[in-house]
């Protein structure tokens, strides 16, 4: 359980040490996807080297969907902390799961669920509501950051599609590999050899953000979905919480408070109603 509040801790630490760079140095949030693909991929390609592993893929459009779908989804959640608020770029993004759910119901017959998706319904008025929806305009940093939430939702779909045909590991290694030459070649003009100061943000960022990665998949061993997925969540609250303490981001107004909760909870009541049907 340890393992899986650090992997979450991590994701929010990422987010942090972009926001706290934006003062010392200048960086494109393309660069920072950048380096956590770059360094993601020399991790797993040296630990299946050390392990004998093989490179094996097999079903290429389920792994070409999951690297698009995730390059896309980590793009705009950093660019959404680069334009906006740190604590609601975290807690838009922790929206994939709701969007899972909705997805599934419209591309998987056998897991439509009536109640699971009056949760989600529940939960689009606090998405509403961390949209700060007074002004009756979206900002462009919400519209990244619920961006990120919509494709991660459609990375975790192809995932658990690809975990049937692949071993983790390659799956790692086609979405880190070709993430990275995706992004090099999109924003090849926002890549630059960094200097001392400019290299320490942008491997730090990337070192927690792998962290975070292999810390989920380790800690998801030791406790049940439903733990994890609750686990995970909290870091909707952690954003809330640590934002205005650690990079100065403006305290969420009553009704962002009342969305991230409402949010938090349709993320737990989801994962426990999961559990439930699968058990029947």
Request: aromatic share 14%.
């Amino acid at each position: 359980m340890s393992a899986v509040f650090c992997s979450t801790f991590c994701f929010y630490l990422a987010t942090v040490i972009i926001r706290l760079a934006e003062s010392e140095v200048e960086i494109e949030s393309s660069y920072f996807v950048f380096g956590r693909f770059l360094l993601g991929f020399l991790v797993v390609s040296t630990t299946m080297i050390i392990r004998k592993q093989r490179f094996k893929p097999v079903k290429y459009h389920y792994l070409i969907g999951r690297t698009a779908a995730n390059t896309v989804a980590v793009f705009c959640f950093y660019k959404a902390i680069e334009t906006g608020s740190v604590a609601e770029a975290n807690i838009l993004n922790m929206t994939y799961p709701l969007f899972v759910a909705l997805f599934s119901w419209f591309l998987i017959r056998k897991q439509r669920d009536t109640i699971a998706l009056a949760i989600v319904g529940v939960a689009f008025a606090g998405i509403w509501m961390i949209l700060s929806p007074a002004d009756m305009a979206l900002r462009g940093d919400n519209i990244w950051g619920l961006s990120s939430g919509i494709t991660a939702a459609a990375a975790m779909i192809y995932l658990n599609i690809s975990r049937r045909y692949h071993d983790s590991q390659t799956i790692l290694l086609f979405m880190f590999g070709f993430g990275a030459l995706g992004i090099l070649l999109l924003f090849h003009h926002s890549i630059f050899f960094p200097d001392s100061r400019e290299f320490l943000f942008l491997f730090a960022c990337s070192a927690v953000g792998v962290a975070g990665q292999y810390l989920l998949t380790f800690g998801f061993l030791y406790v049940t979905a439903v733990e994890g997925s609750i686990i995970s969540s909290s870091r909707i609250l952690l954003a809330a919480l640590l934002g205005p303490v650690l990079v100065s981001d403006p305290p969420l107004a009553l009704s962002g408070w009342c969305g991230a909760l409402l949010i938090f909870l349709a993320n737990s009541a989801l994962a426990l109603r999961k559990s439930k049907v699968m058990a029947s």
